[in-house]
């Protein structure tokens, strides 16, 4: 149940009262930033991401409801800030190494002494998933390209197929196995990056 004392914060804030804002900064700050260390680890950004919820929490205090817990709402949009944060360090953490990686083999396959085109693993790669596709029986070839090559969902092959999900399970499986016997291992390094 919400306090009294939440409602008539409440209403002084929807009035833009700086002093009911202050006092609910200082009420949950602390809490706040207990909460986002242990998401974060890392001092400046719990306190970057407190304030971004406070400035979210005040500017859209006109909309606020009397009736729902501010401190409820106040940390689940700080969750919702450490989980984003952290997707977003993963997501640059493997677009780094993914760099790193393709500069590393670029400087690798540099010639000075002749002429010859470059073909990157990537590409290596991919010709090579290309032959072994072409290698499979013509449905499971067709599933396992829409699912792995063009990220396609299985409903969609399925539909596409004209065919049950089950079956493009099927289809599926059959394929990874051939692959796993076709592929070269130095190639399923590649698939780990």
Same mark, same amino acid.
């Given at each position: 149940?919400?306090?009294?004392?939440? &409602?008539n914060r409440?209403?002084?804030?929807?009035? #833009? /009262?700086?002093? !009911? *804002?202050? %006092?609910?900064? =200082?009420?949950?700050?602390?809490?706040?930033?207990?909460?986002?260390?242990?998401?974060?680890?890392?001092?400046?950004?719990?306190?970057?991401?407190?304030?971004?919820?406070?400035?979210?929490?005040?500017?859209?205090?006109?909309?606020?409801?009397?009736?729902?817990?501010?401190?409820?709402?106040?940390?689940?949009?700080?969750?919702?800030?450490?989980?984003?944060?952290? &997707?977003?360090?993963?997501?640059?953490?493997?677009? #780094? /190494?993914?760099? !790193? *990686?393709? %500069?590393?083999? =670029?400087?690798?396959?540099?010639?000075?002494?002749?002429?010859?085109?470059?073909?990157s693993l990537?590409?290596?790669?991919?010709?090579?998933?290309?032959?072994?596709?072409?290698?499979?029986?013509?449905?499971?070839?067709?599933?396992?390209?829409?699912?792995?090559?063009?990220?396609?969902?299985?409903?969609?092959?399925?539909?596409?197929?004209?065919?049950?999900?089950?079956?493009?399970?099927?289809?599926?499986?059959?394929?990874?196995?051939?692959?796993?016997?076709?592929?070269?291992?130095?190639?399923?390094?590649?698939?780990?990056?």
């Amino acid at each position: 149940m919400i306090g009294a004392g939440n &409602k008539n914060r409440l209403d002084f804030l929807k009035s #833009s /009262q700086i002093s !009911s *804002f202050e %006092e609910l900064f =200082r009420i949950h700050y602390h809490r706040m930033k207990k909460y986002a260390l242990y998401f974060l680890k890392n001092e400046e950004e719990a306190n970057d991401l407190i304030q971004d919820v406070f400035m979210q929490y005040w500017s859209r205090r006109e909309q606020l409801d009397k009736q729902k817990d501010e401190t409820a709402y106040l940390f689940r949009i700080l969750k919702n800030k450490c989980l984003n944060s952290l &997707k977003r360090k993963v997501v640059e953490g493997r677009y #780094s /190494q993914r760099q !790193s *990686f393709l %500069e590393t083999e =670029r400087l690798y396959h540099i010639s000075f002494d002749q002429e010859i085109d470059f073909m990157s693993l990537e590409d290596q790669l991919s010709l090579e998933l290309t032959s072994i596709i072409n290698g499979m029986p013509d449905k499971c070839g067709q599933a396992f390209r829409m699912k792995w090559i063009e990220g396609k969902k299985i409903k969609d092959i399925a539909l596409i197929m004209n065919i049950s999900t089950t079956m493009v399970d099927k289809h599926l499986t059959r394929g990874m196995e051939i692959a796993r016997q076709k592929i070269r291992p130095d190639s399923l390094l590649l698939l780990y990056f």
